[in-house]
């Protein structure tokens, strides 16, 4: 949705895939650098913005964008009509600009459709029990694209970005990254989670609790090229059930680069003290990740956790005022660290991942700081600057390179 021309590409595409024969929803973005746009002019009147009237500010932009793909739509002969979210019934909490969706009254959508009308519906946003407008956050799209998909009982939800689909790690550090044709709704949301950008993980978890099958596709290519090679293309996010599904023991390597670690030395070790250390960080509305807590020596221990990398100052400003009360030592900090996580729900069955994982990294030299492990994840906590190298040498441990 860059431009009008973009905006037409996308409606011939809509018309091929209604042409053959589908029902079709579709739910766009704003217009690219729109949303932040309307943001930047809200910061210029207010420095912290009143979260009620950003969300009637912010919401705009996904309005132009279903009223330009409508009239494109008209204007190639199809009929189509576009609705804000609040007008498809979708009602969402008060929590404005991250709100999340409680129902989807889809009554007036399903008699458009019934009708043979394309219905365009704003991404990103509803409204509350009380009228207002509210938003969902970044990536907001792609959850209310899953969300009515959900509502609707779709087939299938096809999500278009900048992207050609769900790859074993980023292209940009890993030339021999492959695309993956499937992957589950577990691995998608373990990667977004630890990462990956191709999808939010809010809308991986709603097509998940869902069971929406959902496909990543690309946007660049020819909105004309045959459905059937189309309908083929880019990942499919399915469910580990499903029949012939593939089941390599690890899917991708992610990687995060906003991470901090924090650790904070000689706390008394007695019941209580890990609340007494992270309760200020999560009352300052800080999310912790990574966790260690070291054996006690002479009733002291320490204490180690990650954090945002943005949060970091503010978060060590926390625990420094909190020390004397901690009975610590001392605060310490480094914020160049990385996370980076092999993913794969083929370790449920095959042992000795994390072995391979830790030996291919020492190989390499890489220290390991911390480690966190789920069923179908293995985390490790590095030095920032050994992460393109950890990730570049876990792809080719693993053979993700290979189909």
């Known amino acids: ?219 660049l290519t020819d909105p004309l090229m045959p459905l059937a090679d189309e309908a083929k293309s880019g990942t499919l996010i399915s469910f580990e059930e499903e029949s012939n599904m593939e089941q390599a023991v690890i899917s991708g390597i992610a990687f995060n680069r906003d991470e901090a670690k924090i650790t904070v030395l000689g706390v008394p070790d007695k019941p209580g003290v890990a609340f007494h250390i992270l309760g200020p960080i999560a009352d300052a509305n800080i999310e912790v990740d990574m966790i260690i807590q070291n054996q006690s020596v002479d009733g002291k221990t320490d204490f180690t956790f990650t954090v945002p990398r943005g949060d970091y100052v503010r978060a060590m400003t926390v625990l420094e005022g909190n020390k004397e009360q901690l009975g610590a030592t001392k605060v310490l900090g480094d914020a160049k660290v990385s996370k980076v996580s092999a993913v794969g729900v083929g370790m449920r069955s095959h042992v000795g991942v994390a072995s391979q994982m830790f030996r291919t990294l020492s190989e390499e030299g890489i220290n390991i700081q911390m480690i966190s492990t789920s069923e179908i994840k293995i985390s490790v906590l590095i030095d920032e600057k050994y992460m393109e190298l950890a990730v570049r040498a876990l792809h080719k441990a693993f053979n993700l390179e290979q189909g």
């Open 1 to 219: 949705m860059g431009s009008t021309e973009r905006i037409k590409n996308v409606a011939a595409r809509v018309a091929k895939w209604h042409d053959a024969g589908h029902q079709i929803v579709v739910v766009p973005s704003a217009m690219s650098g729109e949303t932040n746009r309307l943001i930047g002019l809200a910061k210029e009147i207010m420095a912290q913005p009143d979260p009620r009237e950003l969300d009637m500010i912010a919401s705009t932009g996904e309005q132009v964008s279903v009223g330009l793909l409508a009239m494109a739509l008209l204007a190639i002969g199809k009929d189509a009509v576009s609705y804000t979210g609040w007008q498809a019934g979708i009602r969402t909490d008060s929590s404005f600009t991250k709100a999340r969706i409680q129902s989807i009254d889809d009554t007036r959508v399903r008699g458009d459709l019934a009708n043979g009308k394309i219905v365009i519906i704003t991404g990103f946003q509803g409204m509350d029990d009380d009228g207002n407008i509210s938003t969902l956050g970044r990536g907001g799209s792609d959850t209310s694209a899953v969300a009515i998909a959900a509502a609707l009982k779709a087939d299938e939800c096809l999500i278009y970005t900048d992207v050609d689909g769900v790859y074993t790690t980023d292209p940009r550090v890993v030339d021999e990254a492959r695309r993956l044709s499937k992957i589950t709704f577990e691995e998608m949301l373990e990667l977004a989670s630890l990462g990956s950008k191709v999808l939010q993980t809010r809308s991986v978890e709603f097509a998940g609790n869902y069971q929406v099958p959902t496909r990543v596709l690309s946007s």
